[in-house]
């Protein structure tokens, strides 16, 4: 099993930054990718970003441009610079892990990310 620790949410300014923080610890050897979720009230989760253990990332179309995926595998951990935030980007963000061959998802408790106008 795998367990994840969030930290990095908060309330902040549009056009403020925030960088979300994610660590795994339990059955590390068997992580693949790593990602980002968000979800507000009243709506479906979604995925943000993600990023395999090779580097290849992906972003919803919205936060392009804003937003920057990592990770550093030595620390078993997934970061997500934002940038440029925006009222909209309001939510309950999530990490995911993928592991055991994509067979098993884990998440994060969640943090709040609140934008204000």
């Known amino acids: 099993q795998v367990q994840l620790v969030e930290s990095g949410g908060g309330l902040v300014q549009a056009g403020g930054s925030l960088r979300l923080s994610c660590a795994a610890s339990?059955?590390?050897?068997?992580?693949?990718?790593m990602g980002w979720y968000r979800q507000a009230p009243g709506k479906q989760r979604d995925l943000v970003a993600d990023?395999?253990?090779?580097?290849?990332?992906k972003y919803r179309d919205s936060v392009k441009g804003r937003f920057t995926i990592s990770r550093d595998n030595d620390k078993n951990a997934v970061y997500l610079q934002m940038n440029s935030l925006k009222p909209e980007d309001t939510a309950v963000y999530y990490c995911?892990?993928?592991?055991?061959?994509?067979?098993?998802?884990?998440w994060g408790q969640g943090t709040q990310v609140t934008v204000s106008s």
């Open positions: 995911n892990v993928k592991s055991m061959g994509g067979l098993r998802d884990s």
């Open positions: 339990g059955s590390i050897f068997s992580i693949d990718a």
């Open positions: 990023i395999t253990r090779g580097g290849s990332t």
